[in-house]
Each structure stands twice: as structure tokens, then as C-alpha cells.
């Protein structure tokens, strides 16, 4: 049996912010909306005051909402503010969800074949992160994440946060700016763990993504396994 090692959590403000900018996002307050009170908020949340004022702060800070003094916090139209879960594109299908994850394995591996080499490096050496990730605390995926050796001489399961690319910034001053996903269907690999709800060989909904910083440096490589009977990959555009 695999251990489960919990990722070091967001803490409560920024996961409070960051699910109401999922839910913006998802539809479920539209520009120029305005929000339910203060206490409407923290009581339907069940967080303290102080904590909501905190996680609306930062989005207001990243232009996600507009307070007005004497009416209340509204969506800003057309925003653009960037949030930690900003490239996520895993949602239940009853609504976004939180994200959070579960380690499963860190190892310093000789990077495979079909893992393309990152900053134009000849080197072989890798680091590669296996995780199985909740939403609203349901096992939704399986994730092997690839990024360059030379980033870490040392690193443990307990060091990882729920988001890879906080943990990038923090960690490496490295910032991710552009995705490019790869949508399949392909087979739960060997390693998977019983808390994910689809077994080896099974075919769930599959995700490859490359992830490159503003230089145009390729950073991270990943793979991911998601249940479509629980969740599904949701990409909205808008002008």
C-alpha cells in the first residue's frame, strides 16, 4: 500500500480566495455581480470575518473584484487578475470545487523518452512528483509531474504544497505563464492507489500539459489521470 503524504496546505484565506475565483470563473457570479454580504459569505463558507476580509483583499489585489464604498464587493467585468489556480482546469461537475492534493512519491529519475527536456538541457536528471488530487476533498486524479533536476539537489514529499506552481515561485523564482494542454483517454496506470476510484487498466480521461515560463522556457512536464464519472476538464474563453 502507498502512503499518502498530505501536501502542506494553503492557508485558510488564500483557500477561501481561491474557491471564490473558481466559482467567478465558473459562471456562478457574473461581471458586474455583486457578492452576497460579509456575513453571508463567511457564514456560507463557515470561516471567521477576519478570514473572508483577508481572501477578498487578494482578490482584490488581483483585480478578481472591485469593493464600492457603501454598496458592496462586485465582479469586475473582463478582469484579468491571475489566481494560484489560475491553469487548473479540473472541476466536479456540480461546481469548481477546492483543490488540494495528496503525495504519493518523489523521485530523482532519469528522464524517460516521451518527457521532452527542460531549458534546452542535455541532461538526463529529473525530478518526478506523483500526486493524487482532491476537489472538495473527492480523489478526482492521478498526477506524475516532471521538472529539472538541477532546480533541487534535495527533495521531500513533505516540502510540496497543493500547488506545484506556488511551490515554482516560492522555491525557484520560476512563474509560470502559458499552458498547453493535450486532452485523451488513456489507461489508470500500474502505480495508481485504491483511493482513486478508477482501477489499472480502466480508461479514464487523460491530460498532458506542457508548462513554460514568460521567457519561453519549458519548465514542467505532466500527466494526468481524472475520473470522469466524479469530474471534467473545463476550458472557458472569453472577450
Not at 469593493?67 to 487548473?88: A, D, L, M, P, W
Not at 500539459?209 to 472557458?236: H, V
Request: net charge positive.
Amino acid at each position: 500500500m502507498k502512503t499518502l503524504t498530505a501536501a502542506l496546505p494553503l492557508p485558510k484565506f488564500l483557500q477561501i480566495s481561491e474557491l471564490l475565483s473558481r466559482q467567478i470563473r465558473a459562471g456562478h457570479f457574473r461581471a458586474g455581480e455583486r457578492l452576497p454580504t460579509e456575513a453571508e459569505l463567511s457564514q456560507s463558507l463557515d470561516v471567521a470575518v477576519g478570514t473572508l476580509r483577508k481572501a477578498l483583499d487578494v482578490m482584490e489585489q488581483q483585480n478578481i473584484i472591485e469593493r464600492i464604498q457603501g454598496s458592496g464587493t462586485y465582479v469586475r467585468s473582463g478582469n484579468t487578475g491571475k489566481s494560484i489556480y489560475e491553469f487548473f482546469r479540473l472541476e466536479l461537475h456540480q461546481g469548481p470545487g477546492l483543490p488540494s492534493a495528496h503525495i504519493l512519491s518523489v523521485d530523482k529519475l532519469d528522464r524517460p523518452a516521451d518527457v521532452p527536456a527542460f531549458n534546452d538541457s542535455p541532461s538526463r536528471s529529473a525530478w518526478r512528483v506523483r500526486r493524487l488530487r482532491f476537489l472538495n476533498q473527492s480523489p478526482v486524479a492521478l498526477e506524475e509531474i516532471w521538472f529539472d533536476a538541477r532546480l533541487a539537489r534535495q527533495l521531500r514529499a513533505s516540502q510540496l504544497g497543493e500547488s506545484m506552481y506556488l511551490f515554482y515561485q516560492k522555491n525557484f523564482n520560476l512563474w509560470i505563464s502559458r499552458v498547453e494542454d493535450h486532452i485523451y483517454a488513456q489507461e489508470v496506470p500500474e502505480w495508481t492507489v485504491s483511493e482513486f476510484g478508477v482501477r489499472t487498466k480502466k480508461i479514464a480521461g487523460y491530460i498532458e500539459r506542457l508548462s513554460w515560463t514568460a521567457n519561453n522556457t519549458l519548465a514542467e512536464f505532466s500527466k494526468t489521470w481524472f475520473d470522469p464519472r466524479l469530474s471534467r476538464y473545463s476550458s472557458r474563453i472569453s472577450q
